[in-house]
């Protein structure tokens, strides 16, 4: 898949991935990633909505059920492979918001600003730390929620924080 900054992903690309239009807009809804079909199915028995399956079995790859899904966040880190995301494109609402798995520490502040990235690991620009939760309910994976300008919200999957180790070594 090629992908340019700020390029969004076509249809055909993010199949059966992305809720439509507009399931997007009413609020925060999960988006599942997964392409491992391997026996997993943590996601499954974690949601409290019963809004994720596995049609496929134990070594399917699970499946959203958008209108079932709250955007509550669970299942993000509750998946082994990270392939869980939450994003809120509500109507009216800029930037959007982005919530990713993240297992580094230390971990980002709140109010931080922060390097976004794509799936493939390239900077799509600077966005704020909207909020870092933690514990042992998220199984030890803390969920990091940014703001993203709308058309990066469907792309934009890690961050790098800034001033860390290999923006010194630029130095």
């Not at 340019?4 to 609020?27: F, H, N, S, V, W």
């Not at 939760?133 to 969920?143: A, E, F, H, N, V």
Request: proline share 9%.
């Amino acid at each position: 898949m090629s992908y340019k900054k700020g390029d969004a992903l076509t249809a055909k690309e993010l199949a059966g991935q992305i809720p439509p239009q507009e399931r997007l807009t009413e609020g925060p809804v999960a988006i599942i990633e997964c392409v491992e079909e391997i026996p997993c199915n943590p996601c499954v028995e974690i949601c409290p909505q019963g809004a994720i399956s596995m049609p496929g079995g134990l070594n399917g790859l699970p499946k959203l059920d958008w209108e079932k899904c709250n955007g509550c966040g669970v299942c993000v880190s509750g998946c082994p492979g990270l392939a869980i995301f939450v994003v809120d494109l509500t109507e009216g609402r800029e930037p959007a918001s982005v919530a990713l798995p993240y297992e580094f520490v230390p971990l980002p502040e709140k109010g931080e600003m922060v390097m976004a990235l794509d799936r493939e690991g390239n900077e799509l620009g600077p966005v704020e730390v909207l909020r870092v939760q933690k514990g042992k309910r998220l199984d030890r994976t803390s969920i990091v929620t940014i703001a993203a300008p709308r058309k990066w919200a469907l792309v934009a999957r890690n961050f790098r924080r800034l001033g860390r180790r290999d923006d010194r070594e630029k130095t």
